[in-house]
């Protein structure tokens, strides 16, 4: 998920590793751990595979050149990539991958952001039909128990809510694209 959020932000904007974590933290945190020792190794793989290069270079606070990155085409393809796969992970990881999708979701396609959403909301929906399915096989036993379920299935039904929001508004902006062209 850091690559996809550190590529998806190159393509916004050339970056130092300090301004990206900065800018990790400050739209992603949520949904993702930034640390200096997870984004310097990242960059330099990235630079290593070709998906990003040095731009520039300034002057540091210490006195040391800071490199400031830019994405080129094979990054750029890359984030494509990983934007429209979907990997097998928990459910936790799926949330928040999808989460740092949508935040970029202005850089693709109408037809792309339908799709994510499509998936997401199903996924959504067979999770809510896997925690019904347990409530015969683990029967909960004290107030936290049903608390702590109620909290899940609340928090889900607005996922779901809000996934048919955003579905409902791309449909309409897809019929206004298509319209357009007409």
């Known amino acids: 998920m850091l690559e996809l959020s550190a590529l998806g932000l190159l393509q916004?904007?050339?970056?130092?590793?300090?301004?990206?974590?900065?800018?990790?933290?400050?739209?992603?945190?949520?949904?993702?751990?930034?640390?200096?020792g997870a984004i310097y190794p990242l960059l330099k793989r990235l630079e290593?595979?070709?998906?990003?290069?040095?731009?520039?270079?300034?002057?540091?606070?210490?006195?040391?050149?800071?490199?400031?990155?830019g994405i080129t085409p094979s990054g750029r393809e890359l984030w494509r990539h990983k934007m429209l796969e979907h990997p097998q992970e928990s459910w936790v990881n799926s949330g928040s991958r999808f989460q740092i999708k949508f935040f970029f979701f202005e850089d693709l396609e109408p037809a792309e952001r339908l799709k994510l959403l499509e998936h997401r909301l199903r996924v959504c929906y067979i999770r809510q039909d896997y925690i019904e399915s347990l409530k015969n096989e683990y029967p909960l036993t004290d107030n936290y128990q049903f608390a702590a379920r109620d909290r899940c299935n609340c928090v889900l039904a607005s996922e779901i809510q809000w996934l048919s929001e955003q579905l409902a508004q791309e449909q309409g902006f897809a019929k206004i694209a298509d319209f357009a062209k007409v």
């Open 12 to 36: 916004r904007e050339p970056l130092h590793g300090y301004r990206l974590k900065q800018q990790l933290e400050l739209f992603m945190s949520s949904c993702i751990s930034v640390n200096y």
């Open 48 to 69: 290593e595979r070709g998906h990003i290069s040095v731009i520039a270079e300034e002057a540091g606070d210490a006195g040391c050149p800071r490199k400031i990155y």
